[in-house]
């Protein structure tokens, strides 16, 4: 048993093992590299231990736990966090015991270590309202806010995760077919069309004749030097707008408003407007159906609007307040045109 063949290890899980053997995604594997840095700043500012110095016979179970409860109580990290921290070495720890037989003791105490338990928070998403008042905010004589509208529309009309927006290339948008569609890889490495409707093309296609020289492989968002869009990037742009419109909008944008809300709006105003939960999962990318439920479970206006339609039959001719009609997508964005 070498004294300090971890590095080794540690190289041919991330090189071989996740890539090559288990075709985990570029965002996986760069989740786990973030857990592995994370750990070995852990053990250089509270073990004193350099990563370079750290071995097995150091890295022991108690030094996992302390490392977790590291992550709580000074990262401020949410369960979920530390548990996802805590699966990436426990992966790491069964290719160990794939390859070396001598470490079983080691890593069956740190497999061992069980994944905390945590209350799973239902999905949050904003109101037609609140988005009306989001698009409201670029400045569309600006071509930075021609951009910024563009992405904020794409991202709310595809339901699409940040990652995946930050990697559109031109190539992955099809502007001659109707309708108009983008090609987007997903999580598990699945590729997946979305149709976008026709005002948010309108913009799109606004911003990109506003561009030069794009090429099949250039990057549909970019910053002001051309590079691509980095996910902290999209959302610093989005966290801008949703600033302005709380300001002007007091009472409003009372959650806190990320990419993610975003995907979870364009999901429950699909469903309160009566899309099947099957093309919603299409949709989003899910895996399993199961997963998109959360959102009607999430959404007290979908449960009102369900008990409302199953009372009619008893409420009969009685008096009923008027309700306003609601506008749809399209009617909204109609107005953003250039």
């Known amino acids: 048993m070498k004294a300090n063949d971890f590095p080794s290890y540690v190289t041919n899980f991330f090189s071989k093992y996740l890539t090559l053997q288990c075709g985990m995604s570029t965002n996986t594997v760069a989740s786990y590299s973030d857990s592995f840095l994370l750990l070995f700043h852990y053990c250089r500012e509270q073990k004193g231990i350099d990563p370079e110095k750290l071995t097995f016979e150091k890295l022991t179970r108690q030094l996992v736990l302390d490392f977790c409860l590291w992550l709580e109580d000074v990262r401020h990290s949410s369960i979920r966090t530390r548990n996802l921290r805590l699966t990436a070495l426990q992966s790491f720890f069964r290719f160990v015991l ?28 904003l109101s037609e309202q609140e988005m009306e008042m989001l698009f409201l905010q670029p400045d569309t004589h600006t071509t930075r806010g021609i951009r910024d509208l563009a992405l904020m529309a794409v991202l709310f009309d595809s339901g699409m995760r940040i990652s995946e927006l930050a990697n559109l290339k031109m190539g992955d948008l099809h502007l001659s077919g109707s309708p108009t569609t983008l090609k987007v890889l997903t999580k598990g490495g699945k590729l997946r ?28 968002f970019t910053g002001n030097r051309g590079e691509r869009l980095t996910r902290p990037g999209i959302n610093y742009i989005l966290a801008k707008y949703v600033d302005k419109a709380r300001k002007a909008n007091p009472g409003f944008f009372m959650v806190k408003v990320s990419a993610h809300v975003l995907r979870h709006t364009k999901a429950t105003l699909l469903l309160l407007n009566g899309v099947n939960l099957i093309y919603i999962r299409d949709l989003l990318g899910h895996s399993s159906v199961v997963t998109t439920e959360l959102y009607a479970r999430s959404s007290p206006e979908l449960l009102k609007k369900a008990l409302d339609e199953n009372s009619q039959s008893y409420v009969g001719q009685s008096k009923r307040y008027p309700k306003e009609k609601k506008k749809a997508l399209t009617d909204f964005l109609h107005s953003y045109r250039i």
């Open 98 to 125: 794939t390859q070396s037989p001598e470490y079983a003791a080691l890593c069956a105490s740190i497999l061992s270590i069980p994944q905390k338990a945590f209350v799973k928070k239902l999905p949050m998403h």
């Open 193 to 220: 069309q979305i149709p976008l409707c026709k005002e948010v093309v309108a913009i799109l296609k606004t911003f990109l004749n506003k561009q030069k020289s794009l090429q099949h492989d250039s990057f549909i």
